[in-house]
T-cell receptor, first 112, second 113 residues
């Protein structure tokens, strides 16, 4: 069974204080790993897809990296508007299923 | 270009009642997936519709059913509501076979009293 564990559950940062969020996963074969951002009362918004170990993707202050067992979402010099829940999801190769398995997310609060 | 739209945004029901939630996918998308997200949890997959048929289903009871129309819009029906059905219900659309990303609506917040 595919499993996704995100840590920490919650993170409070001061504006400008860089940090990283972790996503550990167990799948029979990784087809893709996804990062989403979710604001309160809204649906998740796509950020990145990573396919293979060593791959990196960047968008503004965010950079996602992937190893064979985990992914990191690095946040450089965060701003209050980066406050949100960040969700990680994995999609397995086996079974022809295109259904991603989501983690519980990391709730990030950035204080001004 | 309208994204994924869901209605209603909020709904309050009592135990035992039935509810229907609606979703219009992003323009050009033909596949609709439904997710349940309890407070503090990640989205849990309910089922996926493609070509008006349920293609895959998650670990949810038969009280949860759905439908997809020829215009690709979709409905989620839940019968015999339980308190534990209270959650944010999310609709996500995509193109069949394209795995890169899902487009989510803002969801329907269902409260069962």
């Amino acid at each position: 069974e595919d499993q996704v564990t995100q840590s920490p559950e919650a993170l409070r940062l001061q504006e400008g204080e860089s940090s990283s969020l972790n996503c550990s996963y167990t799948v029979s074969g990784l087809r893709g790993l996804f990062w989403y951002r979710q604001d309160p009362g809204k649906g998740p918004e796509f950020l990145f897809t990573l396919y293979s170990a060593g791959e990196e993707k960047e968008k503004e202050r965010l950079k996602a990296t992937l190893t064979k067992k985990e992914s990191f979402l690095h946040i450089t010099a965060p701003k209050p508007e980066d406050s949100a829940t960040y969700l990680c999801a994995v999609q397995a190769v086996s079974g022809g299923s295109y259904i991603p398995t989501f983690g519980r997310g990391t709730s990030l609060i950035v204080h001004p | 270009d309208a994204g994924v739209t869901q209605s209603p945004t909020h709904l309050i029901k009592t135990r035992g009642q039935q509810v229907t939630l609606r979703c219009s996918p992003k323009s050009g998308h033909d596949t609709v997936s439904w997710y349940q997200q309890a407070l503090g949890q990640g989205p849990q997959f309910i089922f996926q519709y493609y070509e008006e048929e349920e293609r895959q289903r998650g670990n949810f009871p038969d009280r949860f059913s759905g439908h997809q129309y020829p215009n690709y819009s979709s409905e989620l029906n839940v019968n015999a509501l339980l308190l534990g059905d209270s959650a944010l219900y999310l609709c996500a659309s995509s193109l069949e076979g394209v795995i890169e990303k899902l487009f989510f609506g803002s969801g329907t917040q269902l409260s069962v009293l």
